[in-house]
C-alpha cells in the first residue's frame, strides 16, 4: 500500500472498550483528502494492517479521526493501537479508500451497531449539511457501550439509541419495512448485516452495507486456473491453495494488498475476459453479474483462464 506517516495528536476514550485517535500528518502538511464512508489502512505492527472508517470531519485537512474497538480475544490489531498510539506516537497509514460512497439523495436510514457508528458518523454530518431528511437507529450491548453520544446528542430526535440489554435488538424489519425510498447505509457486526441485508431483500430496499470481516459464502472447491495478464502477456498458474495475488506477487509483479481477506476493495482489477467466482464482501450484486472486475486476493475462475487488465 501507499503510505505515510501520522502523528497520534489526542486520544480518548468514547465508550466501553472504544477509544478514538485524532491523526496529523507527522510535517505538519494536509492530509489528503476523503469523503464519507471512507476509510485508512493502519499498521498494527507484527499484526499488519487493519481497516479503520474516517469519523471526523471532511473538510478539516489537518486532522483524521478513527475510533477503534479494542478486542482482546481479537487477532492482536486493536491491542497493539491500545498500548502503543499514544499521543505523540507515529503510525504508518495509507491514502483513504472509499467503498462505502454517501449517494447524493434527499432521504437517509443509517443503521448501526458498535463500532459501526465510525462510518455513519460523517455521513449524519452530510445529510445535515444539506438539508436531507435522515433517521440514525444505533444498537449496543448497553449504554456504556454506545460511543460518540455526546457528539449525536446535538441531532435531538434524529438519532434513535438502542442499548440492548434496556430495549432488545434493533427492530430491523420494522426500520426498512418503513424506510420506504431512503437510501439505507448499515455497518456493525455481521449478523446486524445479515439481517438488514435480508430485511431489505424482503421491503425491496435497497441497501449499503460495509464490513470489516468477510462475509460467509459457498463457493465451489478450489481449483487449477490460469491468469493472463494483457500488458505483458505473461500466463501465470494459480494453484487449489494460491491466491492470484500470492501467486504473481512471488512472480514479481506488484499488487497492491491490504486485508488479505475480500473486504477493503485494494487489490480490485479488472478482468478482461474469463468467468469469475467472487468471494469478496465488496462488490455489489449488479458489479459481480457485470464480471468485469474481481480481488485478487480471493476470488478465483470459473473457467480455465481469466485475463486481466495488468
Excluded at 209 to 235: D, I, M, Q, W, Y
Excluded at 292 to 306: E, F
Aim: with cysteine.
Amino acid at each position: 500500500m501507499t503510505e505515510f506517516a501520522v502523528r497520534v495528536q489526542t486520544r480518548t476514550d468514547e465508550a466501553e472498550g472504544v477509544f478514538g485517535l485524532e491523526l496529523a500528518a507527522v510535517d505538519g502538511a494536509r492530509l489528503p483528502v476523503w469523503s464519507p464512508g471512507a476509510h485508512i489502512d493502519v499498521g498494527v505492527g507484527p499484526h499488519g494492517v487493519r481497516q479503520y472508517s474516517l469519523c471526523g470531519d471532511p473538510a478539516d485537512s489537518r486532522c483524521w479521526r478513527v475510533g477503534i474497538l479494542r478486542d482482546p480475544a481479537g487477532r492482536g490489531g486493536s491491542e497493539h493501537l491500545f498500548h502503543t498510539a499514544l499521543p505523540g506516537s507515529e503510525l504508518r497509514v495509507s491514502l483513504p479508500r472509499n467503498n462505502f460512497e454517501l449517494v447524493e439523495g434527499a432521504k437517509y436510514v443509517f443503521v448501526a451497531g458498535g463500532i459501526g457508528i465510525t462510518p455513519l458518523l460523517p455521513m449524519a454530518a452530510a445529510a445535515a449539511a444539506a438539508g436531507a431528511e435522515w433517521t440514525l437507529y444505533y444498537g449496543a450491548r448497553s449504554r456504556a457501550h454506545l460511543a460518540f453520544t455526546a457528539e449525536l446528542a446535538r441531532y435531538g430526535g434524529r438519532v434513535m439509541l438502542v442499548p440492548q440489554d434496556e430495549d432488545g435488538l434493533l427492530p430491523i424489519e420494522r426500520i426498512l419495512g418503513d424506510a420506504g425510498d431512503a437510501a439505507v447505509y448499515c455497518c456493525g457486526p455481521e449478523p446486524l448485516l445479515t439481517a438488514v441485508e435480508n430485511a431489505g431483500t424482503a421491503s425491496d430496499v435497497p441497501v449499503h452495507l460495509e464490513r470489516f470481516a468477510p462475509k460467509a459464502l459457498a463457493h465451489s472447491e478450489n481449483r487449477a486456473f490460469e491468469v493472463r495478464l494483457a500488458g505483458s502477456g505473461g500466463t501465470y498458474r494459480v494453484g487449489p491453495g494460491q491466491s492470484i495475488a500470492d501467486v504473481l506477487e512471488a512472480a514479481g509483479i506488484p499488487i497492491v494488498t491490504s486485508c488479505r481477506e475480500g473486504t477493503c476493495g485494494s487489490c480490485e482489477t479488472p478482468v478482461l475476459s474469463g468467468d469469475i467466482e467472487h468471494r469478496d464482501s465488496v462488490l455489489s450484486e449488479d458489479e459481480r453479474e457485470r464480471g468485469d472486475t474481481m480481488m485478487l486476493c480471493v476470488s478465483r475462475a470459473r473457467s480455465r483462464v481469466l485475463t486481466l487488465d495488468l
